[in-house]
């Protein structure tokens, strides 16, 4: 006969798989849960304990880009939560990993709506890994609507913790990729490739190559920016070198931003390999946002359906994501500037104006909420 746990062991176990988690140590996090799920059965009851294993599970998920799992997890805790009242640490998760899963979804004004209320628990939570973790993810969602000033204020508080614990090294990397990525926002090139090569330094010194690979991928863009095309090229291939980023669901971006940089550079063929290849694996790792903007590209770059592309950028200011459809409009207009087929050109400039317009309006918007 097994032995009984006292709930207050495996609660104490949950926290240290939570700690791997936030590492991103995928293996010891692994094994940790197998543990766990023995443990669960010869423990004695308590169902905060077991809720707090479901909301830690979901975040698992979330780091094992399992995104359709931690949507189950977290549909059956908010009825649990309904039914009972919950602790101010077990609310906080709650609310906090709902706005991970909403990034995820690339719900970005959902998870941030999500994040605030977090918060308003964080004080509850006496670590300070953890409020580091929390600015972190607070500054990606803010990062993805260009709120960039709010970004780098979360991913500096994040930094400045995580670098004083060697512990959270790849951590540190991706919170200088952050803040390297808003300074390219902001038109700091310079600053924004010291960072983001100092970021792949820490990243290969801290033995992550799926981080190594994110920041090459970022690297990337910031030479795209700049029309460094070649140099953009070999950063993306750089990244998809890496067998860990190729797994990911992260690929698809560099697949599609290598795609694009060939289109550009008028190496038709190569790009429409890529772009099919990118493609595929959109579909196959559940990224329909990355589908439309891929399909953009298509009939930009490739075939020219007018009617195919209208229906792609209707899709993305669908779901409002307006730096996207700014980016991608600005691309095409330019393209087709350069084609000169003024009519498209002027049209497609016009939509990038009108997205950057809505962007500023989300500015004011948060800036009112947060004054």
Same mark, same amino acid.
């Given at each position: 006969? =097994?032995?009984?746990?006292?709930?207050?062991?495996?609660?104490?176990?949950?926290?240290?798989?939570?700690?791997?988690?936030?590492?991103?140590?995928?293996?010891?996090?692994?094994?940790? !849960?197998?543990?766990?799920?023995?443990?669960?059965?010869?423990?004695?009851?308590?169902?905060?304990?077991?809720?707090?294993?479901?909301?830690?599970?979901?975040?698992?998920?979330?780091?094992?880009?399992? #995104?359709?799992?931690?949507?189950?997890?977290?549909?059956?805790?908010?009825?649990?939560?309904?039914?009972?009242?919950?602790?101010?640490?077990?609310?906080?998760?709650?609310?906090?990993?709902?706005?991970?899963?909403?990034?995820?979804?690339?719900?970005?004004?959902?998870?941030?709506?999500?994040?605030?209320?977090?918060?308003?628990?964080?004080?509850?939570?006496?670590?300070?890994?953890?409020?580091?973790?929390?600015?972190?993810?607070?500054?990606?969602?803010?990062?993805?609507?260009?709120?960039?000033?709010?970004?780098?204020?979360?991913?500096?508080?994040?930094?400045?913790?995580?670098?004083?614990?060697?512990?959270?090294?790849?951590?540190?990397?991706?919170?200088?990729?952050?803040?390297?990525?808003?300074?390219?926002?902001?038109?700091?090139?310079?600053?924004?490739?010291?960072?983001?090569?100092?970021?792949?330094?820490?990243?290969?010194?801290?033995?992550?190559?799926?981080? $190594?690979?994110?920041?090459?991928?970022?690297?990337?863009?910031?030479? $795209?920016?700049?029309?460094?095309?070649?140099?953009?090229? +070999? $950063?993306?291939?750089?990244?998809?070198?890496?067998?860990?980023?190729?797994?990911?669901?992260?690929? +698809?971006?560099?697949?599609?931003?290598?795609?694009? &940089?060939?289109?550009?550079?008028?190496?038709?063929?190569?790009?429409?390999?890529?772009?099919?290849?990118?493609?595929?694996?959109?579909?196959?790792?559940?990224?329909? &946002?990355?589908?439309?903007?891929?399909?953009?590209?298509?009939?930009?770059?490739?075939?020219?359906?007018?009617?195919?592309?209208?229906?792609?950028?209707?899709?993305? !200011?669908?779901?409002?994501?307006?730096?996207? +459809?700014?980016?991608?409009?600005?691309?095409?207009?330019?393209?087709?500037?350069?084609?000169?087929?003024?009519?498209?050109? =002027?049209? #497609?400039?016009?939509?990038?104006?009108?997205?950057?317009?809505?962007?500023?309006?989300?500015?004011?918007?948060?800036?009112?909420?947060?004054?």
């Amino acid at each position: 006969m =097994a032995e009984v746990m006292a709930h207050e062991t495996v609660a104490k176990k949950i926290s240290d798989w939570y700690e791997e988690i936030k590492k991103h140590n995928t293996e010891s996090a692994e094994a940790l !849960r197998e543990q766990l799920l023995t443990d669960l059965q010869n423990m004695t009851q308590n169902q905060t304990v077991l809720l707090y294993f479901n909301l830690i599970d979901s975040r698992y998920k979330l780091l094992m880009e399992e #995104y359709e799992k931690t949507d189950d997890i977290l549909k059956t805790i908010q009825l649990n939560a309904d039914k009972e009242k919950t602790d101010q640490m077990i609310q906080y998760y709650y609310y906090f990993f709902s706005g991970m899963h909403e990034f995820y979804r690339k719900r970005f004004m959902n998870a941030i709506n999500f994040y605030r209320i977090a918060e308003s628990r964080l004080r509850h939570i006496p670590n300070e890994i953890e409020r580091a973790e929390f600015n972190y993810q607070v500054a990606i969602a803010y990062y993805e609507i260009r709120q960039n000033y709010f970004a780098m204020n979360h991913a500096e508080k994040a930094l400045e913790i995580y670098k004083a614990n060697e512990m959270y090294a790849v951590r540190e990397a991706q919170c200088l990729m952050v803040i390297g990525c808003n300074r390219m926002d902001l038109f700091h090139y310079q600053k924004a490739e010291e960072l983001l090569q100092t970021a792949v330094h820490q990243a290969a010194k801290a033995g992550d190559p799926h981080i $190594e690979a994110l920041a090459h991928f970022n690297a990337g863009i910031c030479y $795209e920016r700049q029309e460094k095309l070649e140099e953009a090229r +070999v $950063e993306f291939e750089t990244a998809l070198d890496q067998k860990e980023h190729l797994r990911s669901a992260y690929s +698809v971006r560099s697949l599609y931003m290598l795609a694009r &940089v060939l289109l550009k550079q008028e190496k038709t063929d190569e790009g429409r390999f890529w772009l099919h290849k990118a493609l595929n694996a959109a579909e196959e790792k559940n990224e329909p &946002v990355y589908t439309q903007k891929l399909r953009i590209l298509q009939h930009v770059f490739i075939d020219r359906n007018e009617e195919a592309l209208e229906s792609a950028f209707a899709e993305l !200011r669908r779901k409002e994501l307006w730096s996207d +459809v700014s980016d991608l409009s600005y691309q095409a207009a330019a393209h087709f500037k350069k084609q000169e087929k003024y009519k498209p050109a =002027a049209k #497609y400039f016009q939509e990038s104006i009108d997205a950057n317009d809505q962007i500023l309006r989300l500015t004011e918007g948060i800036r009112n909420e947060n004054m």
